[in-house]
């Protein structure tokens, strides 16, 4: 019996899975051995698309640092300083500002921005964007979304962007550009962009070609972001590389990097496979924690079963998720009626992608969300994790196939070197 551990907020579980049936534990690959200072001195002195990143500042400008918010990873409070002892000559405090990139979330308690931003919290001032106030137009993109965003920004002489690349759902990859749409934009910019999801170029590792990533591409570019500083986080949440640069091409080498530790062949699907959403901050609710039962249907066979193990301890995180889905009263496909009647809204779309893979398969989830909402979502309550791998068994018989994703997040299957199919 193999017992494997799943991130759960910010505690472990362990399951029990049987070897005879197990596949295997889908993990990325080994991250080389760096530290954030050696990493962060590297991509500074080796900048990628930009000559100087320090000389692009000039005293007396005033800077805005957009950061991610309390939902994202992205280890703010300690990349920060890195990259405030290198352009302290260049700026004062008092001209730069830490906006905090929401898009569309709630704001972040005092609590979080301790925790995102530590002391300082209290060293600069920091402001938390709003989608619904202190926007402007910018411009039109191709496709005539009003860009709307954060007047902070728009006033700044110098903005710079901080966060993290990861594989994104629809939106191909985070980070880079997408600091500034969503993470500064007004709702109709975001419910604009957003709204074109159901392209089926809209997927997880598509950044060329994919119609939200290319207009959010266009955002920044409108909004003239001088750098980004990006990191790649392993699975165990520790930076492995960072990129600094030009928002395009450092923004490519690190997702680069992203792939050859992140994507991994799948050569055999599971009946059963058992994923969590990788602990805080990725689990903080049902709605940031689809991710990672987003990849995890890649690698379930059609009727299967997925265990997801999130903790979700703010619940669902987003009204229109959850009005979507408790709308539902025969079963989850009601929402693509929903979805036809009322065109796109910024959180259906999650009830929608969710719908599909509760075509595909039986979702058991395991948090603290109470068992009479899990099952208005059409998902069983996992009280458990041993028990679900018992009723997996008697479902497929004494040969059913398990998988493990300790880290679904941030692990992409790739199914025989294609992709989804």
């Keep these: 019996m193999a017992l494997v551990e799943f991130p759960y907020g910010r505690e472990m579980v362990k399951v029990g899975l049987p070897d005879r049936n197990l596949i295997g534990v889908l993990e990325g690959n080994p991250p080389p051995s760096v530290g954030l200072e050696e990493a962060f001195d590297r991509a500074w002195q080796e900048p ?3 000559e100087d990143p320090a000389e692009v500042i000039r005293p007396g400008e005033k800077v805005v640092f957009i950061v991610t918010d309390q939902t994202r990873p992205t280890p703010t409070q300690q990349v ?3 990259l405030w002892e290198r352009i302290r000559g260049h700026v004062h405090p008092e001209d730069a500002t830490i906006l905090v990139s929401t898009g569309t979330h709630r704001a972040p308690t005092e609590g979080e921005l301790e925790q995102l931003l530590g002391e300082l919290r209290h060293e600069f001032e920091v402001v938390i964007h709003d989608c619904d106030r202190n926007v402007v137009e910018v411009g039109r993109s191709r496709c005539g979304t009003p860009i709307l965003i954060n007047r902070r920004v728009m006033e700044a002489d110098r903005v710079v962007t901080l966060g993290h690349i990861g594989m994104h759902y629809y939106a191909g990859y985070s980070g880079g550009r997408k600091n500034v749409l969503p993470g500064v934009a007004g709702r109709a910019t975001i419910e604009g962009n957003h709204a074109q999801l159901t392209d089926p170029r809209c997927e997880g590792c598509v950044y060329e070609g994919n119609p939200i990533s290319e207009e959010m591409s266009e955002a920044a570019r409108l909004v003239g972001v001088d750098y980004i500083v990006d990191v790649v986080l392993d699975s165990q949440g520790q930076v492995s590389k960072v990129v600094v640069g030009d928002v395009e091409e450092a923004h ?30 990725y689990d903080i609710n049902l709605y940031q924690a689809y991710k990672g039962l987003y990849n995890a249907a890649r690698a379930v066979k059609d009727g299967g079963m997925i265990l997801w193990i999130a903790a979700c301890p703010d619940g669902v995180g987003h009204s229109v998720f959850s009005d979507w889905m408790l709308r539902c009263c025969d ?7 929903t979805l036809q009647r009322e065109g796109f809204k910024l959180g259906g779309h999650k009830a929608v992608y969710l719908a599909k893979d509760l075509q595909r398969s039986e979702v058991y989830l395991f948090s603290e969300i109470e068992e009479n909402l899990v099952h208005r979502f059409f998902l069983k309550p996992a009280g458990d994790l041993d028990e679900i791998i018992t009723i997996a068994g008697e479902r497929f018989g004494a040969e059913f196939r398990i998988l493990a994703m300790p880290h679904g997040e941030a692990t992409f299957p790739v199914v025989d070197g294609s992709g989804f199919s």
């Design 252 to 281: 490519a080498v690190g997702r680069t990097f992203w792939d050859s530790l992140f994507q991994v062949p799948l050569s055999e699907r599971g009946d059963i496979v058992v994923v969590s959403a990788g602990g805080h901050p």
């Design 331 to 337: 079963g989850p496909d009601e929402v693509f009626g």
């Design 48 to 50: 990628i698309g930009v």
């Design 80 to 82: 920060f300083p890195l």
